[in-house]
């Protein structure tokens, strides 16, 4: 299996400018986890999906935020307008999905730097 | 609100000495904890699962234990390698919930 697939893997843009990432899980796996990584704050949880519904989106900073999956191959992270302060290694996990203490499996991860 | 800590950011470690990483937590009552390796520029990795009423889990070279009591767990490397250098990060989980809190990760070196 390949893993986890992001892209793109390293993204720079402009302050205002729209970014879309995006996640291809496992397949078989049925939960689909957004996470932001940055030295201050760790490993942030954004978003997470099963079944492609979204179950808890606690995470999301704010309104600039928006994640889909539109099916169960395929998840789109997008920030709209971006901001400086956005810029983050963002990472996608996938699970089976079918309940607790499930390994999380990560992709590579997409370097974002908003400028 | 909940709150991990892992102890201090980098840690140092003699090749072949057993290297010691603390993950401590307040206002919360896990279920489980996981730990998980990171290596620069990648992803996290699964390690070990420890559930609340599991004082020890033990894979090759590596333990972890969790102590509810004191809201702690200690994930030990034995006989440390170079290859062990990587970030260990400990994530909290509930029963019912797929979600995992994440700590923000102690940055291992072992010196050769």
């Known amino acids: 299996d390949a893993g986890v697939i992001q892209s793109p893997r390293h993204e720079v843009t402009e302050m205002g400018q729209e970014v879309t990432l995006r996640c291809k899980p496992i397949?078989?796996?049925?939960?689909l986890f957004w996470y932001r990584q940055t030295m201050m704050r760790g490993l942030e949880l954004l978003i997470y999906f099963n079944n492609n519904v979204p179950i808890d989106d606690s995470g999301m900073p704010e309104d600039r935020f928006s994640a889909k999956m539109p099916n169960a191959s395929f998840s789109t992270l997008k920030i709209q307008p971006s901001e400086p302060r956005d810029s983050a290694v963002y990472f996608c996990a996938s699970t089976l999905g079918q309940g607790d203490e499930e390994t999380q499996y990560f992709g590579p991860g997409t370097r974002l730097l908003v400028l | 609100s909940q709150k991990i800590e892992q102890n201090s950011e980098a840690l140092n470690i003699q090749e072949g000495k057993t290297a010691t990483l603390t993950c401590n937590y307040t206002n919360y009552s896990p279920a489980y904890l996981q730990w998980y390796r990171q290596d620069p520029g990648r992803g996290p990795v699964f390690l070990l699962l420890i559930r609340e009423n599991e004082k020890e889990k033990r894979k090759e070279r590596l333990k972890v234990t969790f102590d509810t009591t004191l809201k702690q767990s200690l994930f030990h490397i034995t006989a440390s390698q170079p290859a062990d250098s990587a970030t260990y990060l400990c994530a909290l989980g509930d029963f019912g919930n797929e979600k995992l809190t994440f700590g923000t990760g102690t940055r291992l070196t072992i010196i050769p």
């Open positions: 397949s078989g796996h049925n939960s």
